[in-house]
């Protein structure tokens, strides 16, 4: 079974750093890993996705603050989060794909995680 597992959320005081990880066990044809985030009321949203060759994307608000790494011997995805903002707040998802082409439309993945709370104060 298929079961991408997070950790590494937690608070975090504004323009402080966490390092998310994702552990995905269980898929085979995995090509692509993402994370995602939501918001009290608000919809999930994609921001940053890497595929098994490196190709890394970013949605705009966190380019420049945010880096999405892996190790794929070990199939782990990271999401270094420099420069946190209040706005950052949400829980945060893993994802995994079997897609050729990445993107960070949700409908692509296939694979979910639990989630990890992040929330920064001001």
């Known amino acids: 079974q298929v079961r991408p597992v997070e950790s590494g959320g937690g608070s975090v005081q504004a323009g402080g750093s966490l390092r998310l990880s994702c552990a995905v066990s269980g898929y085979t044809n995995k090509r692509v890993m993402a994370w995602f985030r939501q918001a009290p009321g608000q919809e999930r949203e994609g921001v940053a996705f890497i595929s098994s060759g490196g190709a890394t994307g970013y949605t705009d608000s966190v380019k420049g603050r945010f880096t999405i790494s892996q190790n794929n011997a070990k199939n782990i995805v990271y999401l270094q989060m420099n420069r946190l903002r209040p706005e950052d707040t949400a829980m945060y998802y893993c994802?995994?794909?079997?897609?050729?082409?990445?993107?960070?439309?949700?409908?692509?993945?296939?694979?979910w995680g639990q989630g990890t709370q992040v929330t920064v104060s001001s």
């Open positions: 994802a995994t794909s079997s897609t050729l082409w990445p993107s960070l439309v949700i409908g692509v993945y296939e694979y």
